[in-house]
């Protein structure tokens, strides 16, 4: 029903950039927030910054350095990373909270992810 794709990862030096996009598709009627979580090996999954309809929230290591967007009208989230270090090294997630719509059960509420997308940063 909701398809979340992830593009943009890869290899990086420290002090360089990288942006990720999402695309949402599917049968979305509502979106209602639209977030980046990260992996890193052994730790758990975090929050790095979400975009709602009350504005943006940022993890406090993504303050200043990171940016996300949205397009209203693509159902795209992006992640501009800058002054990336090593310590962002994580397999990075897309998570949109919608409302969909279904045709035998009428749809629901979902918090559906991407697939990852592997954001390397070394020298």
């Known amino acids: 029903q909701v398809q979340l794709v992830e593009s943009g990862g890869g290899l990086v030096q420290p002090g360089g950039s990288l942006r990720l996009s999402c695309a949402a598709s599917?049968?979305?009627?509502?979106?209602?927030?639209m977030g980046w979580y990260r992996q890193a090996p052994g730790k758990q999954r975090e929050l790095v910054a979400e975009?709602?309809?009350?504005?943006?929230n940022y993890a406090n290591s993504a303050k200043g350095r990171f940016t996300i967007s949205r397009d209203h009208a693509k159902n795209m989230v992006y992640l501009q990373m800058d002054n990336l270090k090593p310590e962002d090294t994580a397999v990075y997630y897309c998570?949109?909270?919608?409302?969909?719509?279904?045709?035998?059960?009428?749809?629901?509420?979902?918090?559906?992810w991407g697939q990852g997308s592997q954001v390397t940063v070394s020298s």
């Open positions: 998570r949109v909270d919608l409302y969909y719509s279904e045709p035998d059960s009428g749809g629901g509420y979902l918090a559906a």
């Open positions: 599917g049968s979305i009627l509502v979106i209602n927030s």
């Open positions: 975009i709602t309809s009350r504005g943006t």
